[in-house]
């Protein structure tokens, strides 16, 4: 079984940035697709990022358009998450999951390997 282990979650102020990495433990992503998923406490977990297992294409949602940008280091065997120009209403708790297939994949049942989480705090 992969394990995904996250780091870079943190508090920051608002407008500010965080780089979020994921990497697989004793194992690697192979020919998967990857992506980023956030939930807070009490409410759904909502899909926010991911890339095909090349890294040539990603999609994103809405809300996190033009601010944050995915990528992957086939070579190194990592993904990161760069968020930039961060709101209040981001903050919660970001997994990292590989997908079932080559992907880009925007449905969490689709999944089948997820981190643990890292937490992301945005103060106002």
């Known amino acids: 079984q992969v394990q995904l282990v996250e780091s870079g979650g943190g508090l920051v102020q608002t407008g500010g940035s965080l780089r979020l990495s994921c990497a697989p433990s004793g194992s690697t992503f192979s020919t998967r697709g990857l992506g980023w998923f956030r939930q807070v406490r009490g409410k759904e977990r909502e899909f926010v990022a991911a890339?095909?297992?090349?890294?040539?294409?990603?999609i994103y949602a809405d809300a996190v358009k033009g601010r944050f940008t995915i990528s992957r280091d086939t070579a190194k065997n990592t993904m990161s998450l760069q968020m930039d120009s961060l709101k209040p209403e981001d903050t919660a708790a970001y997994y990292c999951a590989r997908a079932m297939n080559e992907g880009p994949v925007i449905a969490d049942r689709q999944y089948d390997a997820w981190g643990q989480g890292t937490q992301v705090t945005v103060s106002p």
């Open positions: 890339i095909n297992w090349s890294g040539t294409f990603a």
